[in-house]
């Protein structure tokens, strides 16, 4: 039996800052998570974290 587990996907928070949708790989060796376009590497954690802190919220504003 196998069992099959599905890595989330996370687009890359500094590429998605720049409106460019980059989707984040996953490295299973360092169980981080990686960018293709940049030079982002991170945790899960850091990935949200990142997200919080350079994708500016919708509901900011005046
Ligand atoms: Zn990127």
Redo the contacts with the bound molecule.
Sequence with gaps: MQDEKIEEIFR?????AKE?D?S?LFDEAKGEYY??????VGTKQEVFEACDRLIPHPKSGH
Excluded at 12 to 16: G, I, Q, S, V
Excluded at 35 to 40: H, Q, Y
């Design positions: 890359c928070p500094y590429c998605l460019v980059i984040l960018c293709v376009r940049c030079c982002f």
